[in-house]
């Protein structure tokens, strides 16, 4: 148990299709954080909130959609995916780093 | 900005020999730098963090890594390795710039260890 929980943890998808990710940590940490990992490639960070607040958002496509309702929840909603977006979708959560993040268990997500 | 680079995508040891999985950082401030394990399928786990105390980290799973400030390394090392060690290792670095921190990664290393 890392404090930071995925779900769904798979998830096949076709490219008309809208679904959501979600992540919930109860670590009481002012950060979260969305990483992408696709094989072969470097982790990619996504989003970044701080706060509940967007701060970061490294270009990535708006087909995916980001929302932190509260410090303890974030999701990530797609729609209209392509099959490169086939990833191990991974959300993370700091308190300033400090301590580095803690990550969730990924949703490992497939678009057909 | 910072970065880590990790020599060596994939390092294969016997098991019982010694692992050395090696990570350069690049910072223009005292970096903070963290190793992270991921097994197949699974999120990242935190095997040990340098922020600035002492140099020699120890972490679970009876790793440790040594921050050396001339040599810009911070690599990991394990005395013995087990079957219970094959799995990718990633080392990071906390990055200050924008409006928060965050967390650069390295490309990571895959661990083989054979019997």
């Known amino acids: 148990e890392t404090g930071v929980t995925q779900t769904p943890r798979h998830l096949v998808m076709g490219m008309t299709n809208k679904k959501s990710l979600k992540c919930e940590q109860h670590l009481g940490h002012n950060a979260m954080y969305w990483y992408k990992q696709s094989a072969k490639k470097p982790l990619e960070l996504m989003f970044v909130?701080?706060?509940?607040?967007?701060?970061e958002n490294n270009s990535v496509p708006s087909r995916f959609s980001p929302e932190c309702p509260n410090s303890s929840h974030l999701f990530l909603h797609l729609h209209t995916l392509q099959p490169e977006d086939s990833a191990l979708y991974l959300c993370?959560?700091?308190?300033?780093?400090?301590?580095?993040?803690?990550f969730g268990q990924g949703t490992r997500l497939t678009v057909v | 900005a910072q970065s880590v680079t990790q020599l060596g995508s994939h390092v294969s040891v016997s098991e019982g020999a010694l692992v050395l999985l090696r990570c350069n950082y690049s910072?223009?401030?005292?970096?903070?730098l963290f190793w992270y394990v991921q097994y197949p399928n699974q999120g990242l786990q935190l095997l040990l963090k340098y922020t600035s105390a002492a140099t020699l980290v120890k972490g679970i799973n009876g790793f440790e890594a040594e921050f050396k400030k001339s040599e810009t390394s911070f690599h990991l090392t394990k005395p013995s390795a087990h079957m219970s060690d094959a799995a990718e290792y990633f080392c990071a670095v906390r990055d200050y710039g924008g409006a928060t921190n965050k967390l650069i990664f390295g490309t990571g290393t895959l661990l083989a260890v054979q019997p």
């Open positions: 909130y701080s706060l509940e607040e967007r701060v």
């Open positions: 910072s223009s401030v005292p970096p903070y």
């Open positions: 993370a959560s700091s308190q300033d780093l400090e301590g580095g993040a803690f």
